[in-house]
């Protein structure tokens, strides 16, 4: 019985998918901060527009007021509304101390463009609270499950879905000395009167 020599090749190998199984059974100890919601179309149905159309393009993002204390606000995380208008956004790990938030954080809705959309109910209804925490997950949400309220005319969507369409008109009538005579084809001299 021979036992064969190893190459060099062949244990450099073995060492680099050895380094890599190890990489990748080892378990990271980083927590999933994540924040869920959804939105509602405030008017929708006086105007006769599809909620998905209306939800198409929007944005939410996650502010929150900076530890300063200079009043400013951060964006902390961003997120785009589905067909049903529901959102998840992650946030940074480090945001979350002992299973709460460390610094007050809002919702925000954003336009199509980025502009911010009006809060219904004032800055407190979109405060952010603790819905669910297990051992490496905290799950945020609105206070007492409430829905981030849009308007479409104020908070535009991407598609132009809600837009009224222009009157139609009855056509300008034309005045007398524009209309051609049919006897001589326009040059008035047989309409004319002596």
């Known amino acids: 019985m021979r036992i064969l020599p190893i190459s060099g090749e062949a244990l450099v190998c073995l060492l680099v998918a050895l380094l890599f199984a190890v990489n990748f059974c080892h378990g990271s100890d980083s927590k999933t901060v994540e924040v869920v919601g959804s939105a509602e179309c ?3 149905a006086l105007s006769n527009i599809k909620p998905s159309e209306a939800f ?3 944005r939410v993002t996650i502010d929150c007021k900076q530890e300063n204390g200079n009043g400013g606000f951060k964006t902390r ?3 785009e509304l589905d067909v049903k208008g529901e959102f998840k956004v992650s946030l940074p790990e480090e945001i979350v101390e002992d299973g709460e938030l460390k ?3 809002y919702a925000q809705l954003h336009s ?3 502009t911010p959309c009006p809060a219904y109910g004032g800055l407190e209804s979109s405060k952010l609270v603790l819905k669910v925490k297990t051992n490496e997950k905290h799950t945020f949400g609105l206070a007492k499950n409430k829905k981030l309220k849009f308007s479409p005319p104020i908070c535009a969507s991407s598609t132009a879905a809600y837009t009224r369409p222009s009157p139609i008109r009855p056509p300008v009538p034309t005045p007398p000395f524009w209309r051609r005579c049919r006897l001589c084809g326009g040059r008035r001299i047989c309409c004319q009167k002596v």
């Open 42 to 44: 405030a008017d929708c």
């Open 112 to 114: 199509a463009s980025g």
């Open 77 to 79: 995380g961003t997120g």
């Open 56 to 58: 198409s393009g929007l």
């Open 103 to 105: 610094e007050d954080c």
